[in-house]
């Protein structure tokens, strides 16, 4: 991992370079030969479960190192100790299932994580905890401990730990889990602000969140990428590749029962089928298809 400034794009400002990121554990490959420039705005990762998703965002949270490949982060090298440390300060992190201190308070814990940060200012960490923790609408829980707090709060705990420093890199997987329709909605805006000065990445599993959400998403089947672009460009591959009919279709790639109790297909329709506007998730399931699965 000494050449990193031999990555094709790579800038002093790019919010993530990688190229070649392979991660294996035991004889499996979490992810495999992963080459990606992120260099601001939203961008989801979607893919079923064990497609590699977490271990990804790991990787890019400094949290694993890659047994192959190059990256750099926010300009800078992780496998240089000076210069991963300047990276997380400058990053924020929200793992796919926190594990927070229960016997903290909202606020003890934010500025815990700011002190392991080294922020040594005792009062900036003060107004920032106070500021995070207000952003995602705790203000009035800030001193509450932990274990008093629903599921749905603790987990704006933890977003709020993440934005300490108003990070230029912030990775979340799966950061809308427990919430409510209310506190998604507000989780968009808090990103949105976030994307308008650096990169947000976040894993998910709802295409409905990277629709309202993500300028750019990518699509993870067996450790790599199996697609990178906008999510109209995932919508479009399953332009003239989506019908209904009143009953099952042996040949679709992809069938299941609608609300109104037609069946919807995936795949190459037949002649004089009756073709649909393909939706997100259409071409979300198109692209995890693997063409060599038995049939």
């Given at each position: 991992m000494s050449q990193l400034t031999d990555l094709p794009g790579t800038s002093a400002t790019a919010g993530i370079a990688a190229s070649g990121l392979t991660k294996r554990f035991g004889r499996t490959a979490a992810v495999s030969g992963v080459d990606l420039e992120l260099h601001g705005g939203v961008?989801?990762?979607?893919?079923?479960?064990?497609?590699?998703?977490?271990?990804?965002?790991?990787?890019?949270?400094?949290?694993?190192?890659?047994?192959?490949?190059?990256?750099?982060?926010?300009?800078?090298?992780?496998?240089?100790?000076?210069?991963?440390?300047?990276?997380?300060?400058?990053?924020?992190?929200?793992?796919?299932?926190?594990?927070?201190?229960?016997?903290?308070?909202?606020?003890?814990?934010?500025?815990?994580?700011?002190?392991?940060?080294?922020?040594?200012?005792?009062?900036?960490?003060?107004?920032?905890?106070?500021?995070?923790?207000?952003?995602?609408?705790?203000?009035?829980?800030?001193?509450q401990k932990i274990r008093t707090l629903s599921g749905g709060m603790q987990q704006r705990v933890a977003l709020a730990a993440s934005l300490i420093g108003t990070p230029e890199l912030l990775v979340l997987d799966e950061p809308a889990t427990g919430l409510d329709p209310e506190q998604r909605i507000e989780l968009r805006s808090v990103l949105s602000d976030t994307a308008r000065r650096g990169t947000v990445l976040l894993s998910t599993h709802n295409t409905g969140e990277v629709a309202a959400l993500c300028s750019r998403v990518l699509v993870m089947r067996h450790g790599t990428v199996g697609y990178d672009g906008t999510p109209a460009g995932l919508r479009d591959l399953a332009s003239g590749r989506v019908w209904e009919s009143d009953s099952p279709e042996p040949g679709a790639e992809r069938s299941w029962v609608t609300a109104d109790g037609r069946y919807r297909h995936l795949g190459t329709p037949p002649a004089g089928a009756a073709l649909c506007q393909p939706t997100l998730d259409d071409g979300y399931l198109l692209a995890v298809t693997d063409p060599r699965r038995p049939r």
């Open positions: 961008v989801g990762v979607l893919g079923p479960n064990g497609a590699g998703k977490t271990t990804l965002l790991r990787l890019l949270a400094t949290v694993l190192s890659p047994d192959a490949g190059q990256i750099r982060l926010l300009g800078r090298d992780p496998e240089r100790p000076s210069e991963r440390l300047e990276i997380r300060r400058r990053l924020g992190y929200l793992p796919q299932s926190p594990e927070l201190y229960r016997g903290f308070t909202a606020f003890e814990l934010v500025d815990y994580v700011a002190t392991l940060k080294e922020h040594t200012d005792r009062r900036w960490r003060a107004r920032e905890c106070a500021r995070v923790l207000e952003l995602v609408g705790l203000q009035d829980r800030m001193h």
